[in-house]
T-cell receptor
Framework: AQSVTQLGSHVSVSEGALVLLRCNYSSSVPPYLFWYVQYPNQGLQLLLKYTTGATLVKGINGFEAEFKKSETSFHLTKPSAHMSDAAEYFC??????????FGTGTSLTVIP | NAGVTQTPKFQVLKTGQSMTLQCAQD?????MYWYRQDPGMGLRLIYYSASEGTTDKGEVPNGYNVSRLNKREFSLRLESAAPSQTSVYFCASSGLWAQGQPQHFGDGTRLSIL
């Protein structure tokens, strides 16, 4: 089975600062990788995904992530944090078993 | 386009009561999933259905049953609710894995068991 590790259950950044949320996965085969965002009292919304091709993936709301196979990482970044980015972020991996494996989430706080 | 619809949104039960959580998707997806979300534990898979007519256990299936009623609907049943099942339950669906299709989530059912 896959495992997904999100370093830092809570991350705080100042408004306008760089956002970096870390995700590492274990996989013996090339996986599909996803980042989701969850706002309070809502379901998860897809931010971006990596399937094949270009390793730098751009998503909604100015977020992007880079797939690094050698580091088994898929870190999420945004150059300049906005107050509306405050939310819970989940990294997920899917494999050949048609299942999705989620990290435990990172809560992002944006300080004005 | 409604996506994934879950009912009810909130429910309070007494220990030992039973209830069924409903989920329907209108995206013609083959696969459907039930998760529970608890603080600090992320999403844990309860059951999933890779296609109509099949269901499989996930990480935490004990105390739950599921029914894939048709391609659109996937229900989760608690036969005898316990306080440990207090959680937020999410239903999700996805298209073909081979195409890297992501999951689409409902807004959740917030369940409290007293």
């Amino acid at each position: 089975a896959q495992s997904v590790t999100q370093l830092g259950s809570h991350v705080s950044v100042s408004e306008g600062a760089l956002v970096l949320l870390r995700c590492n996965y274990s996989s013996s085969v090339p996986p599909y990788l996803f980042w989701y965002v969850q706002y309070p009292n809502q379901g998860l919304q897809l931010l971006l995904k990596y399937t094949t091709g270009a390793t730098l993936v751009k998503g909604i709301n100015g977020f992007e992530a880079e797939f690094k196979k050698s580091e088994t990482s898929f870190h999420l970044t945004k150059p300049s944090a906005h107050m509306s980015d405050a939310a819970e972020y989940f990294c997920a991996v899917s494999d050949t078993g048609n299942q999705f494996y989620f990290g435990t989430g990172t809560s992002l706080t944006v300080i004005p | 386009n409604a996506g994934v619809t879950q009912t009810p949104k909130f429910q309070v039960l007494k220990t030992g009561q039973s209830m069924t959580l409903q989920c329907a998707q209108d995206m013609n997806h083959n696969s459907m999933y039930w998760y529970r979300q608890d603080p600090g534990m992320g999403l844990r898979l309860i059951y999933y259905s890779a296609s109509e007519g099949t269901t499989d256990k996930g990480e935490v299936p004990n105390g739950y049953n599921v029914s894939r009623l048709n391609k659109r609907e996937f229900s989760l049943r608690l036969e005898s609710a316990a306080p440990s099942q207090t959680s937020v339950y999410f239903c999700a669906s996805s298209g073909l894995w081979a195409q890297g299709q992501p999951q689409h989530f409902g807004d959740g059912t917030r369940l409290s068991i007293l």
